[in-house]
């Protein structure tokens, strides 16, 4: 059984750090990434990683604040987030994507997905 296990969720100021940790077990993957739901919007791409290559894509609006890593020998992904902002706030999810067809930071590419964690960034 695949399962994506987030934490590292929680509230913090503007301007603060937070680091997310995703541990993945019964499979590896092509990529890990991060995506991130506000309430009443889409599932929006942040970050991910190639597990092999280790070449790392961003969203624009986290760019330079945010920093994916990996740890090969864990199975587990993190997501290291600093000057955090309001808009920021959001659930974020891990996912996993078993090959590597189609843009990174698409969706649709990943077949396995975290529970969610809450990020809730004060003014």
């Known amino acids: 059984q695949v399962q994506l296990l987030e934490s590292g969720g929680g509230l913090v100021q503007a301007g603060g750090s937070l680091r997310l940790s995703c541990a993945a077990s019964?499979?590896?993957?092509?990529?890990m990434g991060w995506f991130r739901q506000a309430p009443g919007k889409e599932r929006d791409f942040v970050a991910t990683v190639n597990w092999n290559s280790g070449r790392e894509v961003y969203a624009d609006s986290v760019k330079g604040r945010f920093t994916i890593a990996k740890d090969n020998a864990k199975n587990t992904v993190y997501l290291q987030m600093n000057s955090l902002r309001p808009e920021d706030t959001a659930v974020y999810f891990c996912?996993?994507?078993?090959?590597?067809?189609?843009?990174?930071?698409?969706?649709?590419?990943?077949?396995?997905w975290g529970q969610g964690t809450q990020v809730t960034v004060s003014s």
């Open positions: 019964g499979r590896t993957f092509n990529a």
């Open positions: 996912a996993g994507r078993a090959m590597g067809l189609g843009p990174p930071h698409v969706r649709s590419t990943y077949d396995y």
